[in-house]
């Protein structure tokens, strides 16, 4: 098993930065790839980011790319998620996820672990 707490939401104004954290903990004896996704009040979980777990590929959907950045370290058995010019669309709880590093994809059904969440609130 695999534990991820997640730390760092809060209520910011539009424009501002956020950096979340997630630190894992549990089994690791596998190597995996982190993820950072969100939900929306009334919507789907939504992929937001992915680090491979060599750190060596970063993924983003398409309305964080260029403003947000995923990066890990795994001396600490900690994932970032650095959030810049934030938007009140950018409003959500945030999750971390875990997948062992053989599997992939952005569809949340292929991660095996999910943090409990962080709630964002980016006011207008």
């Known amino acids: 098993q695999v534990q991820l707490v997640e730390s760092g939401g809060g209520l910011v104004q539009a424009g501002a930065s956020l950096r979340l954290s997630c630190a894992v903990s549990g089994r690791t004896d596998t190597a995996y790839n982190m993820g950072w996704f969100r939900q929306a009040p009334g919507k789907e979980r939504e992929f937001v980011a992915a680090?491979?777990?060599?750190?060596?590929?970063?993924y983003y959907a398409d309305s964080v790319k260029g403003r947000f950045t995923v990066s890990r370290d795994n001396a600490k058995n900690t994932v970032y998620l650095q959030m810049h010019s934030l938007k009140p669309e950018d409003t959500a709880v945030y999750y971390c996820?875990?997948?062992?590093?053989?599997?992939?994809?952005?569809?949340?059904?292929?991660?095996?672990?999910w943090g409990q969440g962080t709630q964002v609130t980016v006011s207008s």
């Open positions: 996820a875990a997948q062992p590093w053989t599997k992939s994809g952005r569809n949340p059904g292929s991660w095996d672990y």
């Open positions: 680090i491979r777990w060599s750190g060596g590929s970063t």
